[in-house]
């Protein structure tokens, strides 16, 4: 069955420093990700998306990483800041089940100032 | 101006009533989903709309009951409350096609006692 792996670890990380979160997922017929940012009491919020036909995409800060080779995802976060502290998740879509997002299970980031 | 609201944001409730939760989205947008989120942080798909079509149906007790009035409303109702439906809900809202993320609702805590 389709899954999208990551347990639920929570990374400390020192104001400054870069953060890497990384995701498997198993579906191999998917061809798009996002990663998702979620603050206490909040819903998940957009960072960063990526399509099958790209192995690297950056935005503001982040960069995310896609390898189709071994399924698998990473979300880099350049100079940590204190708001960046989340708990954050990866997310496959199909395409084929009525644009559903599965996501994985999630990755607290604690920034350490 | 929130893009996707849900109502009510804490619920608090005893076994065995009957309650719905509502949501609303000023986006545009033609599908909308509801996604429940455990105790772990676990996000999983229930239900999904596609201009007031059931589009996704998850494995969900039937005591939950989606209604899309219009494509830019998706409430849920849940009958006959148990404890473990205890958990944040999230409702949702996207672009069918063209791979696009989801833009989340804050989220409803219900509590069942």
């Known amino acids: 069955g389709e899954s999208v792996g990551l347990h639920l670890p929570t990374l400390s990380v020192q104001e400054g420093d870069n953060s890497i979160i990384n995701c498997a997922y198993s579906?191999?017929?998917?061809?798009?990700f996002i990663w998702y940012k979620q603050e206490s009491g909040k819903g998940p919020q957009f960072i960063i998306d990526?399509?099958?036909?790209?192995d690297k995409r950056q935005g503001q800060r982040v960069t995310v990483l896609l390898n189709k080779t071994v399924k698998h995802l990473s979300l880099q976060i350049a100079a940590t800041q204190p708001g960046d502290s989340a708990v954050y998740f990866c997310?496959?879509?199909?395409?084929?089940?009525?644009?559903?997002?599965?996501f994985g299970g999630g990755t607290r980031v604690l920034v350490k100032p | 101006d929130t893009a996707v609201s849900q109502t009510p944001k804490y619920l608090v409730t005893q076994m065995g009533n009957d309650k719905s939760i509502k949501c609303e989205q000023n986006?545009?947008?033609?599908?909308m989903y509801w996604y429940k989120q455990d105790s772990k942080k676990f996000l999983k798909i229930m239900f999904s709309?596609?201009?007031?079509?059931?589009?996704i149906n998850e494995t969900v007790p039937n005591r939950f009951s989606p209604k899309s009035p219009d494509k830019a409303h998706l409430n849920l109702h849940i009958n006959s409350l148990e404890l473990g439906d205890s958990a944040v809900y999230f409702c949702?809202?996207?672009?069918?096609?063209?791979?696009?993320?989801?833009?989340f609702g804050s989220g409803t805590r219900l509590t069942v006692v």
């Open positions: 949702a809202s996207s672009q069918m096609y063209g791979n696009y993320g989801y833009t």
């Open positions: 579906n191999s017929a998917s061809d798009y």
């Open positions: 990526i399509r099958s036909n790209m």
């Open positions: 997310a496959e879509n199909n395409g084929a089940a009525g644009n559903k997002l599965t």
């Open positions: 986006l545009g947008h033609d599908t």
């Open positions: 709309y596609n201009n007031k079509e059931l589009i």
